[in-house]
């Protein structure tokens, strides 16, 4: 299963956050799905709230792509270190579009049952994100 296990992430990333197809999520994602980011309030709750999360972040970042740098496979998770790029013209959290261009990586976990996730543990760099935006100011080199 590992081999075909990255295949689902990889079209999450490629056909959802990359081209907007939230109606692939359905396909991808089980009902009980759980998706655990400390960037966010609280867990992300089935389909839907993906849906939302995803809603979110293409309208903040319309031009969004996320790049696939590495994937591993084991049993029933695959990992996948990736890299987002994106303009941010639209609304996140509360901050206005800035027009700057950004750049962020991330490792998410998926765990895979019955080829749809059903669990992922997402962690990336929030902090330079707000930094890139100029929401948070960068520490001073020496």
């Known amino acids: ?15 959802v956050y990359n081209k907007g ?3 692939v999520i ?4 089980a009902p009980g799905y759980v998706g655990h980011d400390p960037a966010l309030p609280q867990a992300i709750a089935g389909p839907e709230g993906e849906k939302e999360i995803v809603a979110g972040y293409r309208s903040a970042f ?3 792509v996320i790049t696939i740098d590495d ?11 990736w890299t987002a790029r ?3 013209t639209g609304d996140l959290w509360g901050i ?8 962020v990586t991330g490792t998410s976990i998926d765990r895979i ?4 996730l059903v669990e992922t543990w997402s962690n990336w760099d929030a902090l330079g994100l707000m930094q890139q935006l100029g929401v948070v100011p960068v520490m001073a080199q020496n």
Do not use: C, F, S, Y
């Open 96 to 103: 206005a579009g800035t027009g700057k261009e950004v750049t």
């Open 113 to 116: 049952q019955n080829d749809r």
């Open 62 to 64: 319309p031009d969004l």
């Open 26 to 29: 359905d396909e991808l994602v």
């Open 71 to 81: 994937q591993v496979a084991e049993g029933d998770r695959v990992v996948t270190r």
């Open 1 to 15: 299963m590992t081999d075909d296990a990255k295949r689902i992430p990889r079209q999450m990333i490629e056909e």
């Open 21 to 23: 197809r939230v109606d």
């Open 86 to 88: 994106g303009t941010h």
